[in-house]
């Protein structure tokens, strides 16, 4: 799990949907407070003046908390003063008053002042029997425990208020709290418990038409496409729940929004767009005096400076973000910052150019944090949390050498990945939506199913007053004697084939058996095999390094099988050259992810432990190693494996390209006119202005080939140009059979697409690839591994 997703999951749905259960944040429209202060103006009635202090109050909580504390405080001061019977104070004003002023304390993250007022309210109702108070109370007080982290707590109090709200009948708390437990089991990894909360919920929002509960939903909704990596869908609905915000003048929930918008864009990697609407974000929570919607814009504006390499700038905003929730007492908030500057030292520690001392210093700091961030995060049971400091801290002693320690957390990194992301519980979320709209399916057929039955008595009424009754009568009589025939028929055949079925049904029943034990077996066959896969995907380059080796570039890896013959292999050396390369090991599936795997391994020993930096060298090792591990000596009948491959070397001071290729080429794409200074690096051009330069390969595999088994590769070397595109890949693009007439894609295709797409940034490259060759495959099936690299220099 990347960092951007763990803020999705963990910190920023914490603002995003909360339901306070008592003074909801209305429309603040002029026509409203227009009336509410006339009615200050008029009345004489001083409980009838504290309800309306308490209406203002609410009317301004969410743009101008200041003046909402003033006019609260007015009501609570009145309330007080009232003569109620023998007693001084108005008890059940002087509860709502409590309730509303502890609601923007709450709003403005001063969380022990809003526990104090709940309290005294809480003790009030009690004492009252207002069992309406009570539920208000309860929830606020969960509400609190949620924003600092101390989920038992928050369960406990919400549990309280639902049950009130269900001996009562209160339909709006029982949404509230239902999605407030939703928003629970989301922080703590429990996405299917999640859903069943955020579900019950919708259902009796939309039925009331509740706007501001719908918001809250929409926004719940988006939180889960977030996770599902729909990020068009989750913006979407993001940009719903905004909508209703602006037109309610909601700025608490417009800001929410903005983190959410501004995460979606951080995850894609548009950075310049993430930190727009996180500074938007933190703009209104600064005019609000909202310390826990500041923490988390502080914290995400970190991670921006963070993947942008600007460490300095992320530590400074990590730091205040820690500072406000060590204020709020926000333990989640706490971890996740830990977890955040131990994964910073990690990358520091990654940098070139440090001496030994410096680079263990980075490691002991990045384990510094993740102990402090597994072990608040195991404190609170925040599953992701945990996960992502088990990742950091595995990563970390690795580096170290310490096999032991870094084989310990990646037992819980495991573990914990595997809890939140289960097969069986994404099957129950799909399981879970399917019945919600299944229920409001069947809603709508029992409404025309009432019509319908409304309609059928009409029409019987009518032929019983009618005079074709007795022709209607006589046909039905025909009809059943008609009927009596054909079954006297049919009863006796059924007697005959009876016997057969009885015979068929015992066969079936052999044969049932036989076909459940071929699919257990075929069930664990496949779990192997994906098992597998999970390794092969850790062996791979990682994204975020392929990013630090190659700032602009794209990876299409689309296995034929679960797991793949094809894989890619990236690495910066110690002069800052970038050296990355594409294989097409013999065969596809299980016996191919055999071989990426060997070659995988072999690469990290001669390039990384051997040192050997030189293109046609570095095949030349790996092809003595691979026919070595193979056991190949050319004797008629053993295995033939071997793989091909395309390998460059970037040095980047001198903008040369090493190049050697076994059988695969190496494509240049390039502006005609930049060698003369009309083109910079990101303007667009047709494709007419582009020229597509093919570096072809040696004609011999790596592995054993007859009659070249000691023939060496051939080291070229390219000049490259500021703007120049190189693509590395295997055959299984241009071979995919597919279109009208059932043929490959072929080579030629292949090389026009490129030359196409030429004007678009790197990931929209991507896209246009893997769109257009699953459109050319259609309904056929995959023949081959794919896979293809694009860098722009």
Known sequence: MNKITLIALICLICTSAIVPAQNPKSQILNPKLDSLFLILKTTKADTTRVNTYIKICSQYQSSNPDTALYFGTLGLKLAISIPFGKERGWAKGIADCYINIGSIHDDQGNYPMAIEYYLKSLKIMEELGDKKGMSDCYNNIGNVHYYQGSYAQAIEYFLKSLKIDEESGNKKGMSD??????????????????????????????????????????????????DQGLYDKAIEYYLKSLKIDEESGDKKGMSDCYINIGNVYMYQGSYDNALEYYLKSLKIAKELGDKNGMAYCYGNIGMVHSSQGLYDKAIEYFLKDLKLDEELGDKNGIALVYGNIASLHIALADSTALSDNQQINYLNKAIEYGIKAIELAQEIKVMPIENEAANTLMRAYKKLGNFKKSIEYAEIFIATKDSMFSEEKTKALAEMGARYEAEKKQQEIEKQQILLEKKDAEVKKQLAISSKQKIVILFVVCGLLLMAVIAAIIFRSLRITRRQRNVIQKQKAVVDEKNRIIEQKNKDITDSITYAKRIQEAILTSSENCKKILPQHFILFKPKDIVSGDFYWAYASHNNNAIWTVADCTGHGVPGAFMSMIGSSLLNEIIIEKGIATANDILNELKKHIIKALGQTGITGETRDGMDASLCIWHKDTNILEFAGAYNPLYIVRNQQSAVGLR?????????????????????????????????????????????????????????????????????????????????????????????????????EQIDDICVIGVRI
Not at 690 to 695: A, P, V
Not at 761 to 770: N, T, V, Y
């Open 680 to 780: 910079t690096a990101d303007c667009r051009l047709p494709t007419a202005d582009c020229e597509l330069i093919e570096i072809k390969a040696d004609r011999q595999p790596i592995g054993y080939h007859q009659g070249k088994e000691d023939s060496p590769f051939t080291k070229q070397e390219i000049q490259l140009q500021t703007g120049d595109t190189v693509y590395l890949f295997s055959d299984g693009y241009a071979d995919q059979f597919g279109g009208e007439k059932s043929k490959k894609f072929s080579y030629k295709k292949f090389k026009d697409l490129l030359l196409s797409v030429q004007d678009r940034a790197m990931e929209q490259q991507k896209q246009i690839l893997d769109e257009t060759i699953e459109i050319w495959r259609g309904q056929q």
């Open 177 to 226: 709290c239902y999605n407030n437990i939703g928003l629970v089991h989301y922080d703590q990894g429990f996405y299917d418990k999640a859903i069943e909360y955020y579900l019950k919920s919708i259902k009796i929002k939309e039925e009331s038409g509740d706007k501001k509960g719908i918001s809250a939903c929409y926004m719940n909704i988006g939180l889960v496409h977030y």
